[in-house]
C-alpha cells in the first residue's frame, strides 16, 4: 500500500510544479498590469523583472555548476547554438510580423 502511494505522489509531481508554474505566472502578469496601471514604465518593469529572475535562478546556478562535470564548449557547439537561436529569433519574428 505504502507503495502505491509513493508512485502516486511521484506521477503527480510533474502536474503538481505545472501548476505552481502556472499559479506564478498569473500572479506575475496581474502584479505587471497593477504596475503598468499605477505609472510604471514598460522598461522599469523589465529590468525588475530580469533582475530579480538573476536573484532567484543564481544560487541554483552557482550550487549546479560545482556539483557536475560538464562537456568542454568547443567551437562546433557554440555554432550549433548560434545557429538555433537565429532560426528560432526568425521565426518568431516571423510569427508576430503585421502582414503574416
Given amino acids: 500500500m505504502e507503495m502505491g502511494m509513493q508512485s502516486r505522489i511521484k506521477d503527480s509531481l510533474p502536474f503538481t510544479a505545472m501548476v505552481i508554474v502556472e499559479f506564478g505566472e498569473v500572479v506575475m502578469v496581474t502584479l505587471a498590469k497593477a504596475a503598468m496601471n499605477s505609472g510604471m514604465s514598460n522598461l522599469v518593469y523589465v529590468v525588475y523583472s530580469n533582475t530579480l ?48
Fill in 53 to 100: 529572475g538573476t536573484l532567484i535562478l543564481l544560487p541554483f546556478f552557482i550550487i549546479h555548476t560545482n556539483r557536475i562535470n560538464r562537456p568542454p564548449l568547443t567551437f562546433s557547439l557554440l555554432c550549433r547554438l548560434f545557429r538555433t537561436n537565429t532560426v528560432g529569433c526568425q521565426k518568431t519574428q516571423y510569427k508576430l510580423s503585421p502582414e503574416s
